[in-house]
């Protein structure tokens, strides 16, 4: 993603409640024992986040708040804001105040920041491959980490992604163990179409090519093509021809991403960005 690219911010009232729930975990009973027992209260702290190596940022505004909730003196200056790619030694939060606040918030900012910014580079590094084979758009699951899901379907925005559904209630998705507890593809989509507003868009877990005509015939909004082979994906979406929002999902990686997106697909589906992805390594170093 370019920075001129960059996603919103998500509005403050959502992030808040995530970042002090995990300054409370970490403050404990006691608050900072190594800090202040140390650290005179009067004692000033300058210095920055900087990246250890190449990655895109995503989570600033939750490590900057956490600096924040502290102690509101502390000056926060975000460098490098989400979605902007990074290089080894590159500074990405500035911070100058009072050094009991910017060390005892500093382990809870960078779990948030490193965390976050693994997803927003996993995912950079899938639509990169796709980029050249296709017109298909990666999308994350609701694989998220428990009370991180509006972080991390952001993040994946920032890594130039796009989201899926955030929960159970603002779409249909009828998975195989739906179809099989109401009989078929075509008597899920049916209840499912009586069941909810007019507004809500329904997709269908398929497996088979024959599932797929079946919920073809039933008019599904979207059908997720599920671990198919590149050949079958094609002829999927062959028999789609537009009808319907096309997803393939299942064992994406780098390597298998661009065959996938060369089918033809609309949308490209994986869990991994957000439940495997590998931190990337930042530091918070005294200037």
């Given at each position: 993603m370019t920075d001129t690219t960059l996603p919103p911010a998500l509005p403050r009232l959502m992030?808040?409640?995530?970042?002090?729930?995990?300054?409370?975990?970490d403050l404990g009973r006691a608050g900072d024992l190594t800090t202040d027992s140390i650290v005179p209260a009067e004692a000033r702290f300058s210095g920055a986040i900087v990246s250890r190596q190449a990655g895109t940022v995503a989570g600033t505004d939750a490590a900057a708040l956490a600096f924040a909730l502290l102690d509101s003196t502390v000056r926060v200056s975000v460098l490098r804001p989400d979605g902007s790619r990074v290089a080894p030694g590159e500074a990405v939060i500035a911070l100058d105040g009072p050094a009991r606040a910017i060390l005892s918030a500093e382990r809870v900012a960078l779990n948030l920041l490193c965390r976050l910014s693994g997803v927003a580079t996993a995912t950079a590094s899938l639509v990169e491959a796709a980029r050249p084979h296709g017109k298909a758009r990666i999308v994350c699951t609701r694989k998220t980490t428990p009370g991180l899901r509006s972080l991390e379907k952001h993040a994946v925005r920032a890594g130039g992604g796009a989201n899926h559904r955030f929960g159970l209630d603002d779409a249909v998705l009828i998975k195989d163990n739906h179809v099989a507890v109401a009989g078929g593809v075509a008597p899920a989509v049916r209840r499912a179409r009586a069941g909810v507003g007019h507004l809500v868009k329904i997709e269908v877990e398929v497996d088979t090519l024959a599932q797929l005509d079946e919920a073809l015939s039933v008019g599904?909004?979207?059908?997720?093509?599920?671990?198919?082979?590149?050949?079958?994906?094609?002829a999927a979406v062959a028999m789609i021809d537009g009808r319907a929002v096309s997803e393939a999902s299942g064992r994406?990686?780098?390597e298998t991403v661009g065959a996938v997106a060369a089918t033809g697909v609309d949308l490209i589906s994986t869990g991994w960005i957000t439940h495997s992805a590998p931190i990337v390594d930042l530091g918070l170093d005294v200037a």
């Open positions: 992030v808040e409640p995530i970042v002090r729930a995990a300054l409370l975990e599904a909004d979207a059908v997720l093509l599920d671990n198919m082979s590149p050949d079958t994906l094609r994406i990686s780098r």
